[in-house]
């Protein structure tokens, strides 16, 4: 058995239920098991090593990060569709904030993807704007954006007082530069 | 955060739970598939097939997930290299365990390369001795998937669909450009003259026949396929006497253009994911930038440089809506990043001093390359230089182009004057750009680099990118 068949096995074995639930809380439960499936292939055929188990984790939450968005993304006929992925039922308004509370759970698919991928990013991998604008694919701004709505989504739905506020600023690129 | 932070914590650890002995997790279907993309296959070019020219910063590998190859070595190319052929797309076996690589093997860091020759000219090939020899051994053309270990594989010619070039390629399906040969000066409006084949690559067969038509006359070269929406969609840029068009290319129908760009320039390009494209429009004291959707729904200005005259090159994206852009100055081109949502433009700092020679960014690598003085450069996200190699041709610093796919790249190198001889000899480089190592494909076995012939090379799923 080759090194990356062992630690593939090891990874598989040791962290699948949390890989799955991950992803479960990203893309919801029907399309978890796919994308887990594909972010592992993809991580391991690219050759690259790991210093251990959770650094492989930490690498493979980030590939079926990307694949959600990039799904999402390349599904352009339907994109108006896949915005508002698994539409349960329309995001309450503002008369029935009060009235309606539901569990996270519930809450998770009524956001965009986009939404969902940036706040799962936040609070699941504690990630920072910049770094979930990189495994995203997104801008920063766009990030704090759609973070901030879905914290604001969230709230409206369970009943939380989040700050919606996501302030963090880093530059636009890896090469820094000063203003024009 | 602790309200949200703690719901999203309780949520993860009860399905992380509830999932952690879930069956469906096919641990066997991951390792196969994994294999089938690390190992070497069909191809048996012979003691390797490949030279490699460099490896730089190939880092130490802890854990279990390491390489298990290591470095790439050092091999000396064959004069007679063995390669699989399959005579047609339709001839490709299954590519699960019999261990032949089909299209279908195909996924990110993979290229479709075809080699093509004028088969009314003779044309000659630089023997190992330094001497010239007639080559006749191989087809005319060759369609050759390139797999990220440098291996090529055979898939059929472009001659067997009376294509003159390759388009786009998703494993699954290629599309060519079939064109009566009469692109310079001819006014485009005929439909018949520009076709655009899909072909599925399971069973070869051309599945449709696109006749794209243009609601305006363009003068120069004929439209340049430039990026994808979708399958029956494409983005193409038009050129006329006077400026570049993008334009959405609606198979059957009449194209829309979405941005024009100063002729000479043509500093315009599609956006990553095809949603949008970016056109600067700097002609005759205008310095807009302007940005539209491809399905054109939207165009609008997003800038003005305030430039005089310059000369820009787009030189990447970063994001979905920050592009890169060089302008030229005094002492050689500045790098800008423009937020396209806001119009706000940044100075970018690079690691090499200023020159004319521009540089291109691949926002999937987050890497820099650049061609000065026949010598081709990589440059990783932080700015560190990843590896750099000998891309002239001959006397002449010819920049090369480069074509990106997954964490690989592809450097056409440009001919090049040997034994005194001039003997343009298109030299193909595949570059890791994760390792910085550097490898030569080996086509001597095929006619393309003779100076009658030539090498187009994409990547895997050009529509998409």
């Known amino acids: ?180 | 955060m602790s309200g949200l932070k703690g719901m999203f914590d309780d949520e993860f650890r009860d399905l992380s739970a509830s999932l952690r002995d879930a069956p469906e997790f096919d641990e066997l279907a991951a390792v196969r598939s994994v294999r089938r993309r690390r190992t070497t296959r069909t191809m048996t070019v012979a003691a390797g097939g490949v030279l490699a020219m460099a490896a730089v910063g190939v880092g130490a590998l802890a854990w279990g997930g390491g390489s298990d190859g290591g470095p790439a070595t050092s091999v000396s190319p064959s004069p007679t290299p063995s390669v699989s052929a399959s005579p047609s797309a339709s001839a490709s076996a299954s590519p699960t365990d019999d261990g032949v690589v089909t299209s279908a093997d195909a996924t990110d860091g993979w290229f479709l390369l075809s080699v093509q020759v004028d088969q009314d000219a003779p044309y000659f090939e630089v023997d190992l001795g330094g001497g010239i020899e007639p080559v006749g051994s191989r087809a005319t053309d060759a369609l050759l998937m390139v797999s990220p270990d440098g291996e090529l594989t055979e898939i059929g010619t472009l001659d067997q669909y009376d294509a003159s070039r390759l388009v786009g390629w998703t494993g699954e399906q290629m599309w060519l450009d079939q064109d009566n040969g009469q692109y310079f000066y001819a006014v485009l409006e005929d439909t018949e003259q520009n076709r655009l084949l899909t072909v599925d690559l399971e069973s070869g067969q051309v599945i449709s026949q696109a006749h794209p038509s243009y609601d305006e006359s363009y003068a120069i070269g004929g439209p340049q396929w430039v990026g994808g929406v979708s399958a029956s969609e494409f983005v193409v840029g038009l050129p006329t006497s006077e400026s570049w068009g993008i334009a959405r290319a609606s198979m059957g129908s009449v194209s829309s253009v979405l941005c024009h760009s100063f002729a000479l320039l043509a500093a315009m390009s599609v956006s990553p994911s095809g949603d949008s494209v970016v056109c600067f429009n700097v002609d005759a004291g205008r310095s807009s930038v302007e940005m539209a959707a491809t399905d054109g729904s939207y165009v609008r200005e997003v800038a003005d440089l305030q430039s005089n005259w310059p000369t820009v090159v787009v030189v990447g994206w970063v994001d979905e809506t920050t592009v890169l852009f060089a302008e030229s100055g005094d002492e050689g081109f500045g790098y800008f990043a423009l937020d396209l949502e806001t119009g706000s433009i940044e100075v970018v700092a690079v690691p090499w001093a200023a020159s004319y020679a521009v540089a291109t960014y691949d926002n999937e690598s987050e890497t820099y390359v650049r061609s000065e003085g026949g010598i081709t450069e990589f440059y990783g996200a932080e700015g560190t230089l990843l590896t750099s190699f000998d891309c002239s041709a001959g006397d002449y610093a010819v920049v090369p182009a480069v074509v990106y796919s997954g964490s690989k790249a592809i450097v056409k190198c440009a001919g090049a004057v040997s034994e005194g001889i001039d003997h343009p000899r298109e030299s193909v480089v595949l570059v890791d750009l994760e390792t910085g190592a550097v490898q030569l494909l080996d086509l001597v076995g095929y006619p393309a680099p003779a100076h009658n012939a030539w090498i187009d090379v994409i990547p895997f799923d050009v529509p998409e990118r």
């Open chain 1, 1 to 180: 058995m080759a090194r990356w068949e062992s630690a593939l096995h090891e990874l598989a074995s040791q962290r699948r239920g949390r890989l799955l639930g991950f992803a479960s809380m990203l893309a919801g439960p029907s399309d978890a098991e796919d994308l887990v499936q594909e972010a592992i292939v993809a991580t391991f055929s690219r050759g690259r090593g790991f210093d251990d188990v959770a650094q492989a984790e930490a690498y493979v939450r980030k590939a079926i990060a990307s694949r959600y968005v990039d799904r999402v993304r390349s599904q352009s006929a339907d994109r108006r569709r896949a915005e508002r992925v698994a539409p349960v039922e329309a995001v309450p308004d503002a008369s029935e904030q009060v009235a309606v509370r539901v569990t996270l759970r519930e809450a998770l698919p009524h956001l965009s993807a986009r939404e969902r991928a940036c706040v799962t990013l936040r609070y699941l991998s504690e990630m920072s704007v910049r770094e979930t604008a990189q495994a995203l694919g997104l801008s920063e701004g766009a990030v704090k954006r759609y973070t901030s709505d879905g914290i604001r989504a969230l709230n409206a739905l369970i009943g939380t007082d989040e700050p919606e506020d996501v302030g963090e600023t880093a530059a636009v690129v890896s090469m820094k530069g000063g203003a024009r």
